[in-house]
Structure formats: C-alpha cells, structure tokens
C-alpha cells in the first residue's frame, strides 16, 4: 500500500523556520522524484520546490528561492522541506507529491498545514 505521510506543519512566528518530512512507503522511494506543493483555500494548488532522483537536482518556485531548501534521505524513504525565514504568505496546506521516472500514475500527501503568523 502506498502511502505518503507528511508532518512537520503548524503555527510558526514570521521570520521563523520550521522543517517539514514526507515519509514514503509502499513504493521504491529511489525511482521517484518528489515535489512539495502548497494550496490556499480557493486557490490552485502551486508548485514550491522538486527533487530529483538522487537529490542533486533541485527547482523552487521564485518566491521560496534562497528562504527554502529541498532534500531526501533516499535511506529513510523520507523527503524534507527546510522552510526558513517564513512570511505570512507562505501560509497554506503543503503537500507533498511522488512521480515515477517511467510509470504515470503519481501520489499525493494529505498535507499539512503550516500558519506563519503572530
């Protein structure tokens, strides 16, 4: 069965940091590359950052460049979102996805919620 479980969210001061994981079972984690995605309530879901198979390719959206940092353990099955100097727009359910190198179907998160305000 697969699953992916992400942790790591809530309420966090503006200028604050806060790390969020995505465990990964149920599949083989190395053949992946993941994405972690935020949605706001009535707004699409938007990309923030991706990682290649073997963490050494990484992509952000240009609002988190330089405050956010990507990364997987492919020895823990688990991704990472390093969230650092948070501003309150960064508020929204994140969530992290899974997609094959050959296959097409793809695996979401039940997201968590982080809240950047005081």
């Known amino acids: 069965q697969v699953q992916l479980v992400e942790s790591g969210g809530g309420l966090v001061q503006p200028g604050g940091s806060v790390r969020l994981s995505c465990a990964a079972s149920?599949?083989?984690?190395?053949?992946?590359?993941f994405s972690w995605f935020r949605q706001v309530s009535g707004k699409e879901r938007e990309l923030v950052a991706h990682i290649g198979t073997a963490g050494d390719a990484t992509n952000y959206h240009h609002s988190v460049q330089g405050r956010f940092t990507i990364s997987r353990d492919n020895g823990k099955n688990t991704v990472y979102l390093q969230m650092n100097s948070l501003k309150p727009e960064d508020t929204a359910v994140y969530y992290c996805n899974a997609v094959p190198l050959i296959g097409a179907s793809d695996y979401w998160g039940q997201g968590t919620q982080v809240t950047v305000s005081s």
């Open positions: 149920g599949f083989i984690f190395s053949e992946f590359v």
